[in-house]
Every structure is written in C-alpha cells, then in structure tokens.
C-alpha cells in the first residue's frame, strides 16, 4: 500500500543507520551491492522450496562449517569465569604486594589476602551459579525457526539452520540469517539495521537482511549467508569497536573511578616507598609494611565484585519469577525509570479479544454482510489477535471463494483488504476509511467508543484502475469506500491491573498508554485499570510534526491511533524531556520503540522481533511482574551506593593520609595487617549483609555522586582525627607504636561510626549486624594484639585518644553539614540552568 523500495548507505563501523555527516569513521556498505552479491550467490544453489534440504545435506554443511551459529553468542566458559575473577588487575597488585611482604618476612601483614581470597570464591561461585541460571532460562526462550527438510516442516534453533535452508516467515519474525525470497510476498522493516523506519515491500527474488523484521506477509526464503557471514553479525562486530551511546550509570562511573585508583597507585607506591626509604631513613620491611598499607587502603578490592555479584544475584533472582534480563545495566536503568510506556492490548487487558457484534449498515442484509466477512476472514493469515478472534468467531475452514490479491494488515495504515477481482473489501479503524463525515454514522461508533470496545469497520472498495497495485496511492485510499458493517470487539482488563498501576503511581512513576486503538477506548481502558490522568487522552492521528509529538508528550496519558514511527518519536521526546524512559511491548509495531526505550521490556508471547531486541522479557507475558522487577532494581543500586559508601571512606582516607605524608615528608601510620582488619569488620562483611535488603526507595541522583557525598564526612573525619593525633605524637615525642596504634583506634571509630549512619534506620537486623561487627573487633584486638601492631597506651596517650574520639561525633556533623549544604546548591544550580 504505497510502500516504497529504498537502498541506503549503512555505516559499518559504527553502525549508525544511514552514513551520517557527523560520523567521524566514514566507513559504508552499499546495501545495493550487498544484495547484488546475495543474488549472485544465490544462483549457486538452489534448494526446493516444497522439499527443502535433506539432512545429508545439513550434515554436510554443519561439518562444512556453514551452519548460522555466531561466534561470541555463547556465554563465557567456566575457565574463562575463573580465570578472570583471579587474575584482575587489582589481584596481580595484591600477589606482588604479598610476594614483597613474604620475603621481608612480614607475615602478619598478610591478612590482606583472605579478604583477596574470599573475594574470588565469592565471584567465581555467584557468576557461575548466573550463568547456569539463565543458561537454563535462555533456553526456554531460545528463538527458533520453522523450517522445510525432507519435504516436512519443523521448528529449530536459529543456530541450528544450515546455509540453503528453506525457511517459513510470517509477520513478527526476526530474519535470522540474510536469505533470497523464493515465494510469496512480504512487508519487512530494515529499521534495526539501517536506521530508516520505511516499510519494504519483498518479492520473489529479493534479498534479505538479517536483523530486520517482518511487519506482515508470508514467504519461504533460502538462507544464503549465516552465522558470522551475515550482514546484522558483521555489522554487530563493527558496532563493538565503539561504545554504544547510553547514559552513564552505576557500572560506568565504577569503572572509571576503578581505572582512576589503579593508575595512580603505581607512582603513589613508588613515592611513598622512597619517602618512608630514602628521605625518613626507615628499614626496607617498615618501608614496605607502610608502603603496602597505604596502597591496600587505596585500592577498592571488593566495590567492584561486590557490584558485580549484586547485579548477578538479582539477575538469578528475577530469572526464577520467569523473567529474562539480556542485559544486567538495564536493572540500574529500571530502578530509576520515572515514566513506563505500555500498549493496551496484551499489557491492561488480556492479549486474546472476543467479536461481540456485526452491525449491518446502509441498510445492507446482515447474511450478506456475514458470507462476505467470513470469506474474507479465512484467507487472512492470523498475525494479530483482532484476525484471531474473527477466525475463532466464524469457524470457518474454507472460503466460498479466493481473493486474487490480499494486503494484509500494517499498523501503518490501520487497514488491510482483499481483491476478488470485481469486489474489493476493507476491514480496518473507521477514522482511517471513512472518507466523508456522517453524523449519525459517527455517533453510532463514537457510542461504542464511550464503552470501552474497539471498532472496525468493514467496507467495499471501488476503483478505476486496471492493476491492484494502482488501487492505493501512498497510504491514501483514491477509491470510494461503501460501509457494509461494523464489528464490536472487547477483552477484559487483566485481573491484576489496576494494583499493578496503582503500585507505579505510589511510586511516582508515570504511565502512559501508547496504543493503535481508538484514544476513547484506550482512554476508557486505562481509566478502568486506575491508570493516573488517564482522561487526559489524544488521537495521534491528528497530530503532524516532531514539535507537535513533544508537547502531546508532556501533556497527555493516553495516546491513540499511534503509528509505529510516532510510538518511536513518543519515546524520544520524553527522554529528551529528561525522563528515563522503560517502554513494554510485544508486536511488531512495538520495536521501533523498544529499541528507543531506556529500558525495553518484551512479552515472550509476543513477536521473535520484540524478545530480542528487548532489554528484558517476561517468560510468562504478565506485566503485573513489573512491580517486583522495578523493587528489585532498586534494592540492588540502593543497596550497592550504601554498600559503596563504605568502601570509599577507606579510600579516600588512605588518600588524603598518603598525599599528606608524601608532603610533610612523615611515617605512614598504619599497617597492612590493620588495614586488613578494618576493611572486613567495617567494610567488606556489613556491605554484603546489606547488599541483600529489601529496599523500594526510587533511586535519585548520579551514583557517583551520591556515593561520595556520603563517604567524604567520614574519610575527612578519619583524616582530621589521625593527623591531629600525629601531631601530639611529634609534640609529646610519642613512640612509632604508641602513635600507629591511636591513629588505628581512630580511623576504625571514624570507619564505624560510618557503618551507624549507613545501618540507619536501626532496626533488629542492623542491630545485630553492627553489635557483631563491633564485639568481633574488639575480640580481635584483644586476643592477638600483635598481630595486628597492637601496643599498650599509657595515661598521656588514652587522654589524647579519649579527647579525639569524643570530638569524632562533631566533626563528623560539622562535614556533613558542610556537604549537605554544597550538594542543595549544585542541585538548585542544575535546576536554574534545566
């Protein structure tokens, strides 16, 4: 239906749809020739399309190497897994740093190594128990194909499908493997592979790309290039050489922050090492004991695998609620999404509909009207759940007669028809075929509007042109459209909607209802599943122009008569507001937007398209699921930035201690073995334990950020308190071991007193943990004293030290304060500036 055939220039290096003048690679494929040199492949061999291959001849391929199965799709093998859990940067550092502490002897400041230790198993373990986990979930979602061999048909693994392979599509399929059409006719979407949104016609003998979709039509194909052959896998590996473009979340400030730490360390060890050294005149083993102390108080061992394992530990937890995660950044995005786009069929009401009436108009005789759908009804393939319920409805095997041309329906035009030669009928949305206005005609559907049912109207269609194909000029009809009939469909809200709904508006969570229906009946519908404003409602029809779509955006809940391409622009308009944007969707007409979307969320019921685009897919098609995923992304980055807080104030005190001692050329006060003991009791074991919370709160502000607002109070606190001891040991010429020992007792008060504020609100649980923390510490510091460099204080040095510690509690208040007031003016500065 005035669908044009369009060749583009796809960027191949980083793959971003039409060569834009901005991309600074410059490197294209001529899609024109890549079809040319298909077709010519094409003429090498050609399979029957009624037999398709044999499996000698799948054999032969499989061993021939020509099967479609891409390199790197598989997940990492358990060796892999552990090897690169125990040969990480930070871990050869550690290893280097035990093998200087071993030949000076030091062995009681080894303890750093279990910590080291414990970290891997724990690593190696959780992502091996992932990876088993969704193993096992991938492959009930598996995608598959139906294909023709030894003259029968049967459905495979995509990777199971062998170069020459005879394969059946229909509307929603995800082109596996790039193919030459043999028979049949199909509309197809190259939008995730070259960027323009245009539907394609394909005819016989036309090529296709992998990676695109198919909106409607049926065919066979033969696969000509599969595997790592195939335009959408070489086009995945140019994608790789660059970053993809997406906001920075948790994992990247992570890793920046991780990259950061680890490069400067080097030079920060070789300094210090020749200060304590050269300049104060310290032996070789004090000289590295301070040396590796410092750098073990830099270096983040467990944030990173901490984040890691958390983010692992939710994916396996929302794999056994029956719900796939593609991707783990996507559970970050979830937790902070503030606005879920959703479809109303499949996600408020239930996917299947239900024909409740045919109302003859005109006066046309209702069994007329009835022959007439019925034989139009059975020749139309079942791809969407309105044909699906037509065809349940009448029941009907055979028709009286064959159409010599149908054009199925295209969420498009919202219409789809038949030629019988002499007759040509429409079924499709009556704003879209109704060319001149009728009152009474109107209000009689705008009466079926107001009671939530959708529409449809069927209508025969004159023409004077000779071809088919002339019948429809773009996505106008140039003929005259007679109304026959109107048909009344409905299917009931899910059961569980409106907690579903009324669990996002508690959580301030805007939803908006993006659908091909009628805006009334989507109005209405939403308003029965208690979504929010949803009598704030538009008809997307009417709406023309970019600028246009951004203000309905922003002042609207309920969208109607949405196109695919404004589903997309939809989306994007509201990230461009500043919104984080979670879209769910299950047809074909869906993926534009899914592939916008922040977060893209996919029924497993739906199209092969929509599930594999989508971030994450729920195996059991019920959005009354979201609840729990959206909870669980939150429990896992709220968690995480409390846990984190409290590996930076390690860090960033050993910093800020470093740098001092490096400038005032003194001792580095503490050792490794005191490092050791604070970075597990404060640290490491509180931070897993709390990990593992419950905790709904919605996620706000830049993870980073957050994180060191909470943890520089504590570290500068720790700064403060130590160097003042110091420089009452320098004035009362207080021993080396009396002053390690007092900056040691301070630091951990500093550190604990962190773990309070991060235990808050101290219920029974945290209680516990952080008593626990406690009284092992003190064990530890009783019982083996000098393990840990432990010396007994006299009366000068506990009055020095009870002084500081009391003054622990209003410096850190006075910091905090302090902070408080630097992070309202950066937000009120963004705000002006926004």
């Known amino acids: 239906m005035g669908i044009s055939v369009k060749t583009s220039l796809l960027c191949e290096y980083c793959a971003c749809g039409p060569k834009l003048a901005g991309c600074e690679k410059g490197m294209v494929i001529d899609m024109g020739k890549h079809a040319d040199s298909l077709k010519e492949e094409s003429k090498f061999f050609l399979t029957d399309t009624d037999t398709g291959l044999t499996s000698e001849q799948v054999h032969e391929r499989m061993e021939s ?42 062995y009681n400041n080894l303890a750093f190594l279990g910590v080291v230790a414990a970290n891997t198993v724990i690593g190696i373990v959780q992502e091996l128990r992932s990876k088993k986990e969704l193993e096992k979930l991938q492959l009930v979602n598996e995608p598959d194909a139906l294909v023709i061999r030894d003259a029968k048909q049967k459905r495979i693994l995509i990777e199971e499908l062998v170069q ?39 005819t016989s003998g036309d090529t296709l790309l992998s990676g695109s979709f198919v909106v409607s039509g049926q065919a066979k194909v033969r696969l000509t290039r599969v595997g790592d052959q195939s335009f959408s896998a070489n086009i995945s590996k140019s994608a790789k050489k660059i970053k993809k473009h997406q906001r920075p979340g948790m994992m990247t400030s992570l890793t920046r922050l991780i990259q950061m730490i680890g490069i400067i360390i080097i030079p920060f060890a070789a300094l210090m090492f020749w200060n304590q050294h050269f300049v104060l005149g310290y032996s070789e083993k004090v000289s590295v004991e301070n040396t590796a102390a410092a750098i073990i108080g830099m270096i983040p061992e467990g944030l990173y695998l901490l984040t890691s394992i ?71 393939p079942p791809d969407n759940e309105t044909m699906k319920a037509l065809q349940a409805y009448f029941h009907k095997a055979l028709p009286n007669r064959r159409p010599m041309h149908i054009w199925e329906f295209s969420s498009r035009t919202k219409y789809s028809a038949a030629d019988y030669g002499k007759e040509v009928y429409l079924l499709g949305a009556p704003e879209y075929l109704i060319q001149q206005k ?21 209508a025969g269609y004159e023409f004077e042109v000779d071809s088919p194909e002339n019948m429809f000029v773009g996505d106008t009809l140039t003929g005259t459209v007679r109304p026959l009939a109107l048909l009344t469909l409905t299917n009931p809200i899910r059961e569980n909607a409106s907690d579903t709904f009324q669990y996002f508006g508690n959580q301030g969570v805007a939803v908006k209802v993006i659908s091909g229906d009628n805006a009334l009946t989507a109005a209405l519908t939403a308003q029965k599943a208690g979504i929010p404003a949803a009598e704030k409602y538009i008809d997307m029809s009417t709406v023309d122009g970019k600028k246009a779509v951004a203000k309905a955006a922003q002042e609207y809940t309920v969208f109607g008569r949405v196109t695919p391409e404004q589903k ?44 594999n685009i989508a971030d994450i897919v729920l195996l059991e098609s019920d959005f009354s699921a979201m609840p729990q995923i959206v909870t669980e992304g939150r429990r896992v980055i ?108 301070l630091y951990t008060a500093a550190a604990y007193l962190m773990l309070y504020r991060v235990c808050r609100p101290m219920n029974v649980w945290h209680g516990i943990l952080f008593g626990t923390m406690g009284v092992v510490y003190f064990a530890a510091i009783f019982l083996f004293p ?27 208040r006075f910091f905090r304060f302090l902070f408080a007031k630097c992070e309202g003016a950066g937000i009120r500065l963004l705000r002006e500036k926004s």
């Open 310 to 380: 958390a983010l692992a530990a939710s994916t396996v937890r929302l794999a056994r609620k029956h719900t796939l995660v593609h991707d783990m950044k996507c559970i970050e995005t979830l937790a902070r999404v503030d606005t879920i786009c959703v479809d109303k069929t499949g996600t408020i009401t239930e996917p299947q509909m239900k024909l409740t009436g045919i109302i003859p108009v005109h006066g046309v005789p209702e069994e007329e009207v009835r022959q007439q759908l019925e034989d139009y009804v059975c020749v139309m």
């Open 438 to 458: 009728d009152d009474a005609f109107s209000s009689v559907i705008q009466e079926h509007y107001a009671h939530g049912e959708r529409v449809l109207l069927f």
């Open 568 to 611: 997309s622009e939809l989306i994007r308009a509201m990230k461009k507001a500043g919104h984080i944007v979670a879209m769910a969707g299950d047809g074909v007409n869906d993926v534009l937007a899914l592939k916008d979307a922040d977060c893209a969320i996919a029924m497993a019921s739906g199209s092969d398209a929509a599930s």
């Open 638 to 745: 709220n968690n995480i930035q409390r846990s984190a807080s409290l590996f930076l104030v390690k860090n960033i005190f050993s910093f800020f201690l470093c740098i001092i001692s490096l400038i005032s050329i003194s001792l580095y006060p503490l050792k490794p073995a005191q490092i050791s003991l604070a970075s597990a009791l404060m640290i490491g074991v509180p931070s897993f334990f709390l990990a593992l919370e419950p905790n709904d709160e919605m996620v706000r502000g830049k993870f980073l950020r957050n994180v060191l607002f909470r943890a520089f109070p504590a570290a500068l606190t720790a700064v403060a308190l130590v160097e003042w001891s110091l420089l009452f040991a320098d004035a009362f010429s207080i021993s080396t071991e009396a002053a390690s020992t007092i900056a040691f007792y």
């Open 164 to 202: 020459d392979d005879i394969v059946l599509l229909a509307a929603g399929n995800q082109i596996c493997a790039d193919a030459v059409l043999c028979e049949g006719t199909l509309r197809v979407n190259e939008a995730l592979v070259t960027g323009e949104a245009d539907e394609v016609v394909k």
């Open 65 to 106: 190497g020509l099967s479609n199965a891409v390199t790197g799709r598989a997940s990492r093998a358990t060796g892999r897994i552990i090897a690169s859990n125990i040969f990480t940067y930070f871990n050869l550092i550690f290893f280097f740093l035990a093998a200087v502490l071993l030949y000076e002897r030091s």
């Open 786 to 812: 000098d393990w840990f460099h432990i010396v007994s204080l006299d009366y000068g040095c506990s009055l020095i030290l009870f002084a500081l510690l009391f003054l622990a509690f209003p410096i850190d």
